[in-house]
Antibody, heavy 117, light 110 residues
Framework: QVQLVQSGAEVKKPGASVKVSCKAS????????INWVRQATGQGLEWMGWMNPNSGNTGYAQKFQGRVTMTRDTSISTAYMELSSLRSEDTALYYC??????????WGQGTLVTVSS | QAGLTQPPSVSKGFRQTATLTCTGN????????AAWLQQYQGHPPKLLSYRNDNRPSGISERFSASRSGNTASLTITGLQPEDEADYYCSAWDSSLSAVVFGGGTKLTVL
């Protein structure tokens, strides 16, 4: 079955960077885009960007351009999202989600990133 | 960036029908169609429908989606207590080259 398993919770100081991983299984990793979406506590979903694991092409939400980098390692079917210059407002649950026909059909369990001094 | 518009909350009775709406524009919902997601507190979202009216396998027929112009709708028939959740719509916006989400609707089953 399709599974996306994300790395564990992180605590970072303001100004630092965080890199979250998302390991895919149960399907051909390079056949579907990976999206990254975040959700602050009690808030809605916020799209951060997408990556094509086959080509490595990416597209980022304007809000995160310059601060986010999405990469992959096809040898281990894993996608990565790195967010830099962290601030307290970046404290949120970060999800990876597989893109299928323009919709996020399978989601990781989420990775809590806490930014605190 | 601009998102899709959803009512913050909807309340309906047990076994009734709820219709949730999602309004966008011609660059997103009106062009690419919408997807609908269900989220229980503390869990990741779950895809209920995509490209307006396509339902992934395993999703109950009680959930049906449609679109009219720039507004997408999710209709849930025979409401059950377990339908009480947050519902989000999403769409690809061709002018922003980005996915946009609605703010979410909290559905309460009375």
């Amino acid at each position: 079955q399709v599974q996306l398993v994300q790395s564990g919770a992180e605590v970072k100081k303001p100004g630092a960077s965080v890199k979250v991983s998302c390991k895919a299984s149960g399907y051909t990793f390079t056949s579907y885009d990976i999206n990254w979406v975040r959700q602050a506590t009690g808030q809605g979903l916020e799209w951060m960007g997408w990556m094509n694991p086959n080509s490595g092409n990416t597209g980022y939400a304007q809000k995160f351009q310059g601060r986010v980098t999405m990469t992959r390692d096809t040898s281990i079917s894993t996608a990565y999202m790195e967010l830099s210059s962290l601030r307290s407002e970046d404290t949120a649950l970060y999800y990876c989600a597989r893109g299928n026909e323009g919709a996020p059909d399978y989601w990781g369990q989420g990775t809590l990133v806490t930014v605190s001094s | 960036q601009a998102g899709l518009t959803q009512p913050p909350s909807v309340s309906k009775g047990f076994r009734q029908t709820a219709t949730l709406t999602c309004t966008g524009n011609s660059n997103n919902v009106g062009n690419q169609g919408a997807a609908w997601l269900q989220q229980y507190q503390g869990h990741p979202p779950k895809l209920l429908s995509y490209r307006n009216d396509n339902r992934p396998s395993g999703i109950s027929e009680r959930f049906s989606a449609s679109r009219s112009g720039n507004t997408a709708s999710l209709t849930i028939t025979g409401l059950q207590p377990e339908d009480e959740a947050d519902y989000y719509c999403s769409a690809w916006d061709s002018s922003l080259s980005a996915v946009v989400f609605g703010g979410g609707t909290k559905l309460t089953v009375l």
